[in-house]
């Protein structure tokens, strides 16, 4: 039942911004999970772009470092990243991610469906 939906992306010109959302359901301990958010681009390898811990602690991609902020609402169920001075290449389908403990020491990442972010030149 473990569910991700994201939002928030679209069309921004080069040097734009844009703020992404993801709202989780049926994680019953959202604040002690982790979060993050990885890009997908055709031809290219998937990446983790942000990540941040149920304490708060947060790591960047160095491609993506000064520019990003990855935040959550565990109100919300919810974690964002905010996005400035956007280049071309961080054009990519993003994704809302989080790894699941099960017995075992098995580890289970589920993803959305993600939200498309286009960066024109």
């Known amino acids: 039942q473990v569910q991700l939906v994201e939002s928030g992306g679209g069309l921004v010109q080069a040097g734009g911004s844009l703020r992404l959302s993801c709202v989780a359901s049926?994680?019953?301990?959202?604040?002690?999970?982790?979060m993050g958010w990885d890009r997908q681009a055709p031809g290219k390898t998937r990446e983790r772009v942000a990540t941040?811990?149920?304490?708060?602690?947060?790591d960047y991609a160095d491609s993506v470092k000064g520019r990003f902020t990855i935040s959550r609402d565990n109100a919300k169920n919810a974690v964002y990243l905010q996005m400035d001075s956007l280049k071309a290449e961080d054009t990519a389908n993003y994704l809302c991610?989080?790894?699941?403990?099960?017995?075992?020491?098995?580890?289970?990442?589920?993803w959305g469906q993600g939200t498309q972010v286009t960066v024109s030149s």
């Open positions: 991610n989080v790894p699941l403990d099960f017995p075992s020491d098995y580890v289970r990442y589920f």
């Open positions: 941040i811990t149920g304490d708060g602690i947060t």
């Open positions: 049926g994680i019953r301990r959202f604040s002690r999970e982790n």
